[in-house]
């Protein structure tokens, strides 16, 4: 049976088994081919080098959890050739904790953050038996305010579901009231639904618009509340021989304003602003994959 911790947000019990997202490889090995990557790079699970000057180190980026042990992601950074020798000279040696900090790039986008530019860190060097610690300095960064201050075992949660296929469950609910086409009067379909994570909270509430007459095109909103702030971000999607496509909607395109206690309608701006703008693409995409009627609509059936 799994360990459960509780949220210090909602007191609510979660699963605290596998409870850390670790990335394997730096962004940029991991995008390569097997072909480049067996050219250009050479390293083992914690040390890499890609093209002979760029040099990478494995560690953990540590969360403070009120009242839990600390939640850690799995990353990789970016260090000079100079610092890379010293660590890996030093990888083995016991004493290494009381090397000074080291000055490194992060080298992995993490989910549902934000920064204005690349994410600067320092590495802090632990014992021959644990990986080193990575703390961020870029102040703008929202990891430097998560670690900082503190995340709730639900932000752990969301990290670490990140890159499951079955993180969502989408629930079709009522056929609202229908209405007409402006240009060729025919109906528009209008639905609603909600998304939900795997401990069954909503994560998600949407309302679709599907116009009968235009196949393969719809329009979507989709409603969150993620650090107590609901709003809502509208976005047009359309299945054509590029596949399946979507447009971040700006308020003099959306036929929507306001959803009441779900949130007023945000402009492209702010939801480009938005620190889970990703999250929004990836409802859309589990929507678009699992909602019967948009699914008819788009020619997914």
């Excluded at 850690?72 to 004493?95: M, P, Q, R, Y």
Aim: charged share 30%; net charge negative; aromatic share 12%.
């Amino acid at each position: 049976m799994s360990e459960l911790i509780k949220c210090s947000c909602c007191d609510k019990m979660l699963p605290a088994n596998q409870m850390e997202l670790t990335f394997g490889l730096p962004d940029e090995i991991f995008a390569l081919s097997e072909q480049d990557m067996e050219k250009r790079t050479e390293g083992s699970t914690d040390l890499y080098v890609l093209d002979g000057n760029r040099f990478f180190v494995r560690g953990l980026l540590p969360f403070p959890i009120e009242g839990q042990n600390d939640y850690c992601l799995g990353a990789w950074a970016e260090v000079s050739e100079e610092d890379f020798d010293k660590i890996e000279e030093l990888w083995d040696v016991d004493v290494r904790a009381d090397e000074p900090r080291i000055k490194a790039m992060l080298s992995n986008s993490m989910p549902y953050t934000l920064s204005d530019g690349p994410t600067e860190l320092e590495i802090q060097l632990q014992d021959s038996k644990s990986r080193p610690l990575f703390y961020v300095t870029t102040q703008n960064s929202t990891l430097y305010n998560e670690q900082s201050k503190g995340i709730t075992a639900h932000r752990a949660f969301e990290y670490t579901t990140y890159t499951k296929k079955d993180k969502f469950s989408v629930f079709e609910e009522d056929e609202l009231e229908s209405t007409s086409c402006g240009c060729c009067e025919s109906e528009i379909k209008l639905f609603c639904g909600r998304v939900e994570n795997q401990l069954g909270d909503v994560e998600a509430d949407y309302w679709l618009r599907v116009p009968t007459g235009h196949p393969n095109k719809f329009t979507v909103a989709i409603s969150i509340s993620k650090n107590d702030f609901p709003r809502v971000a509208v976005l047009y999607g359309e299945n054509n021989e590029d596949g399946l496509t979507y447009w971040i909607q700006d308020l003099d395109n959306s036929p929507w304003e306001d959803f009441g206690d779900y949130g007023k309608v945000i402009g492209r701006d702010d939801v480009l602003a938005d620190q889970y703008k990703a999250f929004y693409f990836d409802v859309v995409d589990k929507i678009s994959a699992s909602d019967t009627r948009l699914k008819a609509q788009i020619g997914r059936n």
